[in-house]
Each structure stands twice: as C-alpha cells, then as structure tokens.
C-alpha cells in the first residue's frame, strides 16, 4: 500500500495557525490602543484635574510614545473674557498632546492585562503639550505656576501697565518679538517616597519657566496614581530665563501710558508690591531691589527654598493663597551673580478691587483717582487716622499682626507642645491635631482647654476652636 499525503491536510492547518497569529497580533494592538487612549486620558485628568477636556485622534509614535492631536480643555472658572464675543475666550488649545511610555514599547507588553493601568508601576512620567495657545489669560498650569503669563511665561507680565492685566500671542508680535510655539511640560519621577515634579512654560524668544517642586509620599502608591495620595511639600523653585520679554513689555507699557521707561518699571514694582499685600506678605528691601533689576533688565531669576515645615497637600492650596506658605521657607532670590536670602514678613492681607481689569488701574482707583508715585506701597491716606495724616507723620500700616510682640524662645520649625503655647499668642503656627489635616493659622488665645485659632481664607478668615483633647502638637511658623 503507498504513503497516504498529508499536503491536503497541512494546507488547511497552516491558514488557521496563519489566521490565528493574525487575530493574536490584531488583540494585542487593540489592547495597546486601549492602555495608549487610557494613558492619554489618565495623563490629561493629571495635567488638568479641575477643568473637562477632549482629545482629537490618538496614536502612536517610532518609540511607543502616546500622541494625542487638537487638546481642548475648558475652564471651569470664568475668565474676563467670558462674557464677549472672543472665540475661545474659556479654552486652552494644544496642537498635541506627546505622553512618554515608560519603557518603550514593553510598558505595553508588560501591563497588557491591565488596561485601566490600574496596576502599573512606573519610575517616570512625562507629559508634554505643544503648540499652546489661549485666549483667556490663565497659564496652563492652572495657577501651579504662580504669577505667570500664560503666553509670555514671565512672571507678573503685565503688572504696572494701566492698560493690561494680561498678554495675549498677538501683542507679544506687536511688542516687536518673535514668539516660537509655546510649550508647556510636566514631568514626575519618583524615587522611594519622594516624587519630584518639574513643570515647564516656554515660549522661544520671548521667555522660559522652569518649576521644580519635591514632595514625600504618606504611603507607597502608583506614580500614577500620585495626584490621588496625600503628599507633603518638601520644597519648591522657580527658575525664569528671560529671552527679551522684559525689555519688550517695558517700552511698549510705557509708550501706551505715556511715562518713560524708568518710571514704568517703578509702577510695576509697586504693582507686584501691593499684590503681596493682598497676600498679606511684605518683601525686604534686598528682594525688592534685585526683582527691580531683573524687572529693568531681563535675564536670569530664581526664587526658591525648602520648607521649615513641609506643606500638606490638603493644605497646600490655602496656604499658596493666604501667603502663609511664603512664610514657612527658607528662601533665596538668585539674580545674576547675586544670591539673596529672602525675608517675607507677614501683615494683614489688604484687598485690591481689579475686577478683572489691570492691577495699576486697580491701584490709581484706590489712591482716589490719583496715578501711585514713589518706590513703596503705602496704605491710602483715606485708611489713616487725620490726625495721624495732619500730624505728617511718615504713612506706613500698623496691624495687629505686625505689632511687636514677645519674640519665641525657639526658631520657625520647632515643636510645640500644649504647654508651649500661651508664650506664643499672636504667631503663626501649623497645628497637628487627631481628626483633621494639619493646618496654618494665627494663633489667637489660648486657656487651660482650649486653644482659639484664626486662619486666613480668600476673602477674610475663618475661626477655629481646638481642644486639649484634640490637640497632637504644632509647629512654629512665624
């Protein structure tokens, strides 16, 4: 008998194989654009938890990095613009949306299962946004960033114009600059129990931001999952490299209010000024006369330190916004060759009606319709008492929380225990207790049971009563 043939048999057998290493592949590529498009996702709520958005189409690039076209993201707080008829007055526009994949294309390989990347573990994040543009005046960083321009990525662009509270892409053109695409980059890394995050606002030649900030984890985590978890903020940078903004915004402020350039600088340092004010921080003349020179001149200008007490991300926010956080760092301004420590002191906050409009204009309001000369803030002379005005005594505020009082035994930082507390009425504290986040106030009486505390809030204040009971330690501030 001869040989039966396999060849009918193999045919058939090599398609299904053929077909299914075509559907394995086609599974696998489904899964990555899966964990690729939950990427995107989880990276844009990362960048912006506070404001809805949208993504265009996303895909992949060579080295498995995620690309995301036409980023919207919508805010949520309404701007100035809000109300006209200016075409995206409420949106920031990316051109793209790059995420890094950690690993390359094994980071897909590795959490193929997981396509919520509920489970994944990474040591670095990076999110970068290109082509940025708005019309709304709020940087991307929703206020991370500080005092920035969103456009400009310069500190307080615009303070001191009577005419502007903001810059928008086209004026920084008709300043006579050559703004490149701006840019906007977070990037994480994580290293035991510490995070650190850098955030970068660029727009080539014009100016660069650079913030760095470190925290340290209350428990192990995802990186992410990082914005979820309660962290403490162990120090913070801002690092500006002017690339001819500064000189720009200064003639082009001075030839639309007509005043000479020197006298526009002076109005813009008296602006920045009164904006601490509102704060309730004052800055030592040393940091004042070197922010003068950077606000003349341009070039290089870093503002940083560590905390003597960490920030609590749950009170991170109030703390930005009362100006208590400024008061609990160990500062120093670097300009030049120069390295400053800085000295903020704390005084009652004192509002300044903008209303959207110009901090300067703000200002001339409020001295009675008379343009602010000189080099220093003053309160108006409408706040003062007449005798003290007829008397011409030299106009500077007296508060309560800037009267002399007895000086601690202890430097900012120490612990403090119960006892330790009716010697220090009148200071700024951080106060530790069982059933709520630590939190930052003034210190206002104290009694056998009870302590009285007053802490700032946008807008006033607020006063809390805590027990002995309650009461875990504090920790000296001011």
């Known amino acids: 008998m001869g040989r039966k043939s396999t060849t009918g048999a193999r045919g058939p057998r090599m398609r299904w194989i053929l077909l299914a290493g075509v559907v394995a592949i086609g599974a696998a590529g489904w899964l990555a654009h899966a964990q690729a498009k939950q990427l995107a996702a989880r990276s844009l709520a990362h960048a912006f938890p506070s404001g809805d958005s949208r993504i265009g189409h996303t895909w992949f690039d060579a080295n498995g990095d995620v690309v995301a076209s036409d980023v919207v993201v919508y805010l949520s707080t309404p701007t100035a613009l809000a109300d006209s008829d200016a075409p995206d007055a409420n949106t920031l526009r990316f051109e793209r949306m790059r995420v890094r994949a950690p690993e390359g294309w094994m980071f897909y390989a590795r959490n193929l299962i997981d396509m919520k990347l509920e489970k994944a573990q990474i040591a670095e994040w990076s999110i970068a946004f290109e082509g940025f543009t708005s019309r709304a005046g709020i940087d991307p960083s929703l206020g991370t960033l500080g005092p920035i321009g969103a456009m400009s990525a310069s500190p307080f662009e615009s303070e001191g114009c009577a005419r502007h509270a903001y810059f928008m892409r086209e004026e920084l053109g008709n300043m006579g600059l050559k703004p490149g695409q701006t840019d906007f980059e977070v990037t994480l890394r994580e290293d035991g129990n510490r995070v650190a995050t850098r955030i970068v606002l660029s727009t080539p030649a014009v100016s660069r931001l650079q913030y760095d900030r470190v925290e340290t984890l209350a428990s192990p985590t995802s990186l992410l999952q990082v914005d979820k978890a309660a962290t403490s903020t162990v120090s913070e940078r801002w690092d500006v490299s002017d690339q001819g903004f500064v000189k720009a915004r200064n003639t082009a402020c001075a030839r639309q209010d007509g005043v000479d350039e020197a006298t526009f600088v002076a109005r813009h340092v008296m602006s920045v000024q009164r904006l601490l004010e509102t704060r309730g921080l004052l800055a030592d003349d040393a940091t004042i006369a070197a922010y003068r020179d950077f606000a003349t001149n341009g070039g290089q200008l870093a503002f940083g330190g560590t905390y003597a007490t960490a920030l609590h991300s749950s009170e991170r926010g109030q703390a930005r916004a009362n100006g208590s956080a400024l008061l609990r760092m160990d500062a120093k301004l670097e300009h030049g060759s120069q390295t400053n420590d800085v000295r903020f002191s704390g005084t009652a906050p004192r509002a300044l009606d903008t209303a959207g409009g110009a901090t300067f204009a703000a200002m001339t309001k409020e001295n009675g319709g008379a343009t602010p000369v000189g080099g220093s803030v003053s309160?108006?002379?409408?706040?003062?008492?007449?005798?003290?005005?007829?008397?011409?005594?030299?106009?500077?505020?007296?508060?309560?929380?800037?009267?002399?009082?007895?000086?601690?035994?202890?430097?900012?930082?120490?612990?403090?225990?119960?006892?330790?507390?009716?010697?220090?009425?009148?200071?700024?504290?951080?106060?530790?207790?069982?059933?709520?986040?630590?939190?930052?106030?003034?210190?206002?009486?104290?009694?056998?049971?009870?302590?009285h505390v007053r802490a700032r809030m946008p807008g006033g204040h607020a006063d809390y009563r805590i027990s002995r009971e309650a009461f875990l330690r504090a920790t000296l501030i001011q």
């Open 379 to 451: 309160t108006p002379k409408s706040a003062i008492p007449a005798s003290t005005v007829a008397a011409g005594t030299p106009v500077r505020p007296q508060y309560a929380s800037s009267l002399p009082s007895a000086a601690p035994a202890m430097a900012p930082g120490g612990r403090l225990e119960w006892d330790d507390l009716p010697a220090l009425q009148g200071h700024l504290v951080q106060v530790f207790t069982m059933h709520n986040a630590p939190r930052t106030a003034t210190l206002i009486s104290v009694d056998a049971n009870e302590a």
